[in-house]
């Protein structure tokens, strides 16, 4: 969470000219405000309706931005394993300036809230990871062009 997936995600799209698509964007379009859908129908309905939009997002060739809590489900986790995944992440000092009014369900309790989360996932995030990019200190963009210069190297 907070970690730059969804701007460094359209930047990659750009780049490589595929569409991109954030899946918390779509759920929002689809379903209302994802912390009303929190508040309203809880974290369980969510993850149901959640794990449906990646599952849609990944048919198609495409940048896909996935909320931090999509790799929980474990069909998605099955899913990943047949395409390259980029694991953005950023460290508790940097996403303590980024998370200021957030409206995420998840973190009322601010950076603690966020670290639990975090050291709860990060094997997950690790094991899924085809690469690691840190985005805590550089730049989106230069983050983007080495993300797109080493995809264009593998295909």
Not at 121 to 142: N, Q, V
């Amino acid at each position: 969470m907070a970690a730059g997936k969804s701007k460094i995600g359209r930047r990659v799209a750009r780049g490589l000219g595929v569409p991109f698509i954030d899946t918390d964007k779509v759920i929002a379009a689809r379903y209302g405000p994802i912390s009303e859908i929190f508040a309203r129908e809880g974290e369980d309905y969510f993850r149901v309706i959640e794990r449906t939009v990646v599952a849609e997002a990944l048919l198609a060739p495409s940048v896909v931005s996935l909320g931090g809590g999509a790799v929980l489900d474990a069909d998605t986790q099955t899913d990943l394993a047949d395409h390259t995944v980029i694991y953005l992440s950023v460290n508790a000092k940097a996403v303590a300036k980024r998370l200021g009014g957030t409206k995420r369900p998840l973190l009322a309790g601010g950076i603690t809230d966020w670290q639990r989360i975090f050291d709860q996932r990060r094997p997950l995030y690790e094991r899924l990871a085809s690469i690691h990019f840190d985005t805590s200190r550089r730049p989106i963009g230069g983050i983007a062009d080495e993300i797109v210069a080493w995809v264009r190297k593998r295909q």
